[in-house]
């Protein structure tokens, strides 16, 4: 099974483009080919009206219930940065951020800080606050996470982050069963302060007339739900190719194997033809490998429908080797993981097409992959979370229930 | 956003009319207009397979489950007579009806009355039954509501109505804790006859030879669900113009500006320029404008196929008189809250046809309004619930999950 989900790619008609979509104003070949030769429709993938986040719209692909495996976007962070959270921790974002004497946040991101984070989250990272272990792990720039390991935490606890200058907050526990993590929150900023004020590498930021990383800012705290791994939900050995850090985490935390492409950035500059072939590669040791391009959401954002064509044509040649080689038993998901429409410029709650070919797929007569053809195909209107079941139905792996 | 709902429109194919329905026998330009420039689909208004009704459906329309919302027509009717309903209260249709001396039903109705119960009414409202409230107002001709305020009232309690001539029911109370309610219910009714009986108004309907409204009987208790507003739920300013009685309830119930427009009868005659123009007017106050016209449900229930259609065309004039005026942003939403076949002459469990155009809306190949052209439109097959979402996801006002 190969599913390739092209980041924010399904649109609205475009008023100043002859009411096309990009999808129909584009050249694609490859994926009206996996269109034409297969089963389409088109997907909900949270629920109809809901505006999908990257974070949620990948949970429900992967076939969990967003509802109930997402709490925030701390654990997912955690996991892209390639810690390993369990059952009962608490994550949070974190910003190093410059703090002056009376505890008042100058710069939110210390300047957005280039180098120097791996040295000072070694220094916080590991150590205990009463009987909970305190993990953290520098990001990109100014970014790292901070993961609580111990009894009793609960991820219902406001920001010490003020998300803008001023005084560092106390966090709060929202409910009684919370206070005991909100204290250890509080004690790890106040912490985070003493140790990294006196730090060489913000010494010599001090030298180079440099604001100081001199403060952690936890934010976006969140637990895991019940999360049963991809592979034991459904019997498949998983590979991820992606380029984003979000994207990774939350194949990491559903038990991906995340491959390093290099050349593989989750930008417009991604090299489409090294993830192509990372993909094809894992095919050989994998069951299911998930590949998402992250680039028509990047020109949706930027409201370039001109741009959002280009991208689309340029998944579209990768695509085309890729099929090239494809066995024809291998199940090809074609698909979005939310809409991006560039008369947006942010994501919408319209549905994503979604194509299925190869393995036992059926085959209507839907002839082109874009937003209003496959919407009369033979899969109808689905949910984000019925689409993994569906897929491995008819790649035959799917479970009888009864007899 | 404008929500045109063409109460009981959805039909089957008829057999005497060359197997066409009523919208594919119509000449509806407008409607038509709204298909082709939209995304079209069907809606199961509840569920596939359950007859809504039409206080069940608008629920739904409005985006509530009516399994959660709904518990009986008593609030509705109350609310739509008027009075407050708030959470905890309960409340009843009620019936003036005419009791001989042994407290034995002679006439359900008393006669249809026609006038006076204002008076008989306020005779009755504003008194206490130990702590609780009793808060009463007549209806059209023999109707009424009944609404109960104070601690610890249930709504599992029988009618006191014995729905035919006969001895006055004891109410029961379903449950342990609606024993209070059924008290009082039974107190009320005890109340009503000894006020009511001796009334002026009764004096003189005796002189006349008519029978007397010398009692109320309640039945379908019901109390409201956790209903939050749809300002609230929306982040929008609702307006709603109907003239049926229970339609203006629900629309008051969820938070709705109900306007009165002279003409709006809710009947065959109603003035549909008069109601067009007010829904175009409101638009200028309002996020969100619903409007219910009951025609069509009349001549359904009534199985005259011929007059459908011609509601159907003067729908569609006053529609294409709205359109004119109307900006490209306005998401427009035409559907049915239920079929009505002429066939049947009533409600039945036939999925709706729904259209969106205008604002962000995606454009599919539907050219026809009509049960059966819709059903391959890129909306696919929607539920009753879902409709609200994602008219608000068209109209950029949709809520974004996760990041």
Redesign the interface.
């Known amino acids: 099974m190969l599913m390739i989900v092209c980041d924010g790619m399904s649109d609205?008609?475009a008023k100043d483009f002859d009411?096309k979509?990009p999808l129909q104003a584009a050249r694609k070949p490859a994926m009206d080919a996996v269109a034409r030769h297969g089963v389409n429709?088109?997907m909900d993938v949270?629920?109809?009206?809901?505006?999908?986040?990257?974070?949620?719209?990948h949970l429900a692909l992967f076939g969990y219930d967003?509802y109930k495996a997402?709490s925030g976007?701390g654990p997912i962070e955690a996991a892209g940065a390639g810690l390993e959270v369990r059952k009962g921790d608490v994550a949070f974002r974190c910003n190093f951020a410059t703090v002056d004497k009376s505890m008042s946040v100058t710069d939110r991101r210390a300047g957005r800080i280039k180098s120097g984070t791996a040295e000072l989250a070694k220094a916080l990272s590991g150590r205990k606050i009463g009987d909970v272990q305190v993990m953290f792990k520098e990001g990109s720039e100014h970014r790292g996470v901070l993961l609580l390991r111990g009894p009793g935490l609960d991820p219902r606890v406001t920001d010490a982050d003020p998300h803008h200058e001023g005084k560092v907050l106390e966090s709060k526990g929202l409910v009684p069963e919370a206070e005991k993590t909100a204290r250890v929150v509080n004690e790890f900023v106040r912490m985070s302060h003493v140790v990294l004020d006196k730090s060489p590498v913000n010494k010599d930021r001090r030298a180079e007339g440099l604001p100081p990383a001199n403060i952690v800012l936890p934010r976006g705290a969140g637990s895991l739900g019940e999360l049963e791994p991809m592979p034991r939900m459904y019997g498949v050995k998983c590979a991820a190719v992606a380029g984003v850090t979000?994207v990774r985490g939350i194949c990491r935390m559903v038990g991906m194997d995340v491959l390093d492409v290099p050349g593989a950035t989750g930008g417009l500059d991604t090299d489409y033809k090294a993830k192509g072939d990372a993909a094809m590669r894992a095919l050989d040791s994998h069951d299911f490998v998930f590949m998402n391009v992250k680039a028509c959401d990047v020109a949706g954002h930027d409201g370039d429908f001109r741009l959002k064509v280009q991208v689309i044509e340029s998944i579209d040649s990768m695509l085309e080797g890729m099929l090239r080689d494809l066995h024809e038993d291998v199940v090809v998901v074609l698909t979005a993981d939310h809409s991006t429409?560039v008369?947006?410029r942010d994501?919408?709650?319209?549905p994503v097409p979604v194509a299925i070919s190869g393995g036992g797929a059926r085959i209507d007569h839907v002839k082109e992959f874009d937003?209003?053809s496959v919407?009369?195909g033979a899969l109808?209107?689905i949910r984000g979370k019925d689409l993994m079941p569906t897929v491995m139905g008819v790649a035959d792996r799917a479970k009888k229930f009864g007899a």
């Open positions: 609205r008609p009411r979509t429709g088109v949270i629920a109809p009206g809901v505006v999908p986040g990257s974070d949620t719209a967003p997402y976007r979000l429409p008369s947006v994501h919408s709650a319209d937003e209003m919407a009369s109808g209107r």
